[in-house]
C-alpha cells in the first residue's frame, strides 16, 4: 500500500513585517515562516513582497524573482 502526502491548499498570504511571512491555508492553520529560510524573498522590498500570486493554490510566486515555492516548501515538508 503508497500512502500519499496530501498538502493543505493556500488560503492566503500575509507581511506582518520584513521578516515574517504568514501562510494561511484551507485547513485553517496559519504557519509564521521566518524570511531567513527564503532569501529571495526576504530582499524583495515589502511593495515587492505584496506582489504576489497563489496558482493552483498549491504554489506561490513573486513578481519580483524567478522562484515558484511550493506549499510544501514553505512549511517545511520538502
Not at 5 to 22: C, Q, R
Not at 31 to 39: G, T, V
Not at 43 to 65: N, V
Amino acid at each position: 500500500m503508497t500512502d500519499i502526502l496530501t498538502y493543505p491548499s493556500i488560503k492566503a498570504v500575509e507581511f506582518i513585517n520584513s521578516t515574517t511571512m504568514f501562510v494561511h491555508l484551507n485547513n485553517d492553520r496559519t504557519f509564521i515562516i521566518p524570511l531567513e529560510k527564503f532569501p529571495a524573498i526576504s530582499q524583495l522590498s515589502m511593495d515587492d513582497k505584496k506582489s504576489f500570486e497563489i496558482i493552483d493554490e498549491k504554489y506561490l510566486s513573486f513578481l519580483g524573482i524567478d522562484e515558484i515555492y511550493s506549499i510544501g516548501e514553505l512549511i517545511g515538508l520538502e
